[in-house]
C-alpha cells in the first residue's frame, strides 16, 4: 500500500468564493425541467443568465468557454468510475446536504491487485465552490433516500491546470 500523502489539490480545490444567487437556485431546482442525456439528467430550463449576473462567474474569462449546468444524480445510485470525455475541469456546487460520496481514484496501490485502490473523498460543503478535475478517474455514490442536485460551471476546452492557475492569480488579485 502506498504511504505517500496524497495531494488533493491534484483532484479538486475549495474556492473562497461567494455565490449570489444561491436561493434563487434552490428555489429553482423543484422546478426544473430534467433531461436524459448520455449517463445523467440534466436540468434543461437552467437560468443560464446567471453567470452574467454573479461577480465571480461573470470575472471567468470568456476563453475559458464557461457553461452553466445543474446535474441530477438518483437516489439510491452509483455513477461508476469514469473520466469525463466532454468536460476538462469544472466548478461544482451542492446547495444542501446529501448523502453522496464523491470519489476520486488515487492509485492501485496494492502490489498485484487490481481491486484494491487509494481513494480520496471530496467532502462538499454546501452552497461553496470547488473545482473539480474532472480528467481524473471519479465516481459518485449517492447512498441517500433524495435525488442529489449539483450545480456546476463546466469548462470543456480549459484544463484543470489552466483554471488554478487563472484562479490563483485573481485570488492574489483580490487581496490586494
Known sequence: MSTGEINSDDYFYKLNEDFEFVEEIKQFIPTSMWVWVPFMMVSANLPFDIINRDTFLKSIPREFKPRLNMYK??????????????????FNMVLDEYDCHTIFWTSNSFEGSREVSNIIELK???????????QQTHQVVNVGDRDRALFTVIFPDTTYPELRAWYKEYESTKTQ
Open 124 to 134: 462538499y460543503e454546501p452552497c461553496k465552490w470547488y473545482m473539480f478535475n474532472n
Open 73 to 90: 444524480i438518483p437516489k439510491h445510485s452509483v455513477y461508476n468510475w469514469h473520466k469525463d470525455s466532454n468536460v476538462k475541469c469544472a
